[in-house]
């Protein structure tokens, strides 16, 4: 089975940190994404990376960024933490195939930002 | 990618089936559906996609209709474990922004 783990199932912080939150496949997966989820918002694509050292914006990429040095692993990084970004975030990866790209998911890493 | 339409909450009876209606009147000819569920406190979990034709597998079947335009995804006896929140996602090719929308809560009854 595919596994994607995320490094911490909760975490906490607080505001003006910097905040890594790790992610690593084991399926040799090209596509890897960052997502949060918000209740009442569903959802939200944060960034996404297609290869490694590649990224690009999704719907809600401020105040974030990403590095994907490996193929293997994808981290997102919150360079000065806000109580507004306390939230589930969720990684996922997903091969490319011809019928499109099916995601495996994370656990999930509940932040608190204080 | 197209923009899909779902019904935001619907109930069903354990043991009966669960019909999940999926609008996407602006697919393309390339896009795929794909369905996602997402069970309280854990990440999405993927749950079958088609083209158009009508696809089975262990978890549920999707139907297409002949125009493409809308689906439905069916799980045939319902559980108590399938009350989660399921996505139905158009998407074009790989490397695009993969995003989902609200999706419909199911909520199984016993």
């Known amino acids: 089975d595919v596994k994607v783990t995320q490094s911490s199932r909760y975490l906490v912080k607080r505001t003006g940190e910097k905040v890594f939150l790790e992610c690593v496949q084991d399926?040799?997966?090209?596509?890897m994404f960052w997502y949060r989820q918000d209740p009442g918002l569903g959802l939200r694509l944060i960034y996404f990376?297609?290869?490694?050292?590649?990224?690009e914006k999704g719907d809600i990429p401020e105040g974030y960024s990403v590095s994907r040095e490996k193929k293997e692993r994808f981290s997102l990084i919150l360079e000065s933490a806000s109580t507004n970004q306390t939230s589930m975030y969720l990684c996922?990866?997903?091969?490319?195939?011809?019928?499109?790209?099916?995601?495996?998911f994370g656990s999930g890493t509940q932040l608190s930002v204080l | 990618d197209a923009k899909t339409t779902q019904p935001t909450s619907m109930d069903c009876a354990e043991g009966r089936a669960a019909n999940l209606p999926c609008n996407h009147s602006?697919?393309?000819?390339?896009?795929?559906v794909y369905w996602y569920r997402q069970i309280h406190s854990q990440g999405p979990q993927y749950i079958i996609h088609?083209?158009?034709n009508n696809e089975t597998n262990e978890m549920a079947s999707l139907i297409i209709t002949e125009d493409r335009k809308s689906s439905t995804l069916i799980l045939p006896h319902a559980t108590l474990r399938d009350t989660a929140v399921y996505y139905c996602?158009?998407?074009?090719?790989?490397?695009?922004?993969?995003?989902f929308g609200g999706g419909t809560r199911v909520l199984v009854k016993p």
């Open positions: 996922a990866s997903a091969r490319v195939t011809p019928g499109g790209e099916k995601l495996f």
């Open positions: 399926m040799d997966h090209e596509n």
């Open positions: 990376s297609y290869d490694v050292k590649m990224k």
């Open positions: 602006t697919i393309s000819g390339n896009e795929y």
């Open positions: 088609g083209l158009k």
């Open positions: 996602i158009a998407l074009k090719a790989a490397g695009n922004k993969l995003t």
